[in-house]
């Protein structure tokens, strides 16, 4: 019985659809962006601080209780604690607005939207040189 519940089992599994990630396309945060629908609008800014999250660019040193410094460094380890040159810094509380009115101004053909936003943040969000 052991023998035949083994293939049957793998054999469901090749059916099942895989997951993957879908990675959202730059025509298609583009569109959300400089929609007129307020549910885009806020599904634009949802995806842009989620990326700006995702890519630790908004940091808040202090925020950061000791234990979950810790974990990070035992988790992450060195990598964690190498110093960054940012190539981009955001500043200000308007700085995620302005970036989703550049999001609804560029053209649609741009490729990924993690790439897009990575390109507009480098761009218009230098780091001023002290």
Known sequence: MRALVIPFTLLIAAWLPTAHANT??????????????ETN?????????GYL??????????AMSAWTKRAIKTRVGS????????EYCIEGDDA??????????????????????????VEQFPCSQS
């Open 24 to 37: 959202k396309q730059a025509e298609q945060l583009t569109a959300m962006c400089s929609s007129t629908n």
């Open 41 to 49: 609008q806020q599904r634009c800014l949802g995806y842009i601080q």
């Open 53 to 62: 999250d995702s890519t630790g660019a908004v940091e808040e040193e202090d």
């Open 79 to 86: 990598r964690y604690d190498r110093p960054r040159s940012p």
């Open 96 to 121: 995620i607005p302005r970036l989703k009115a550049l999001v609804s101004e560029v053209s649609a053909d741009e490729g990924a939207a993690p790439h897009l936003l990575e390109r507009l943040l």
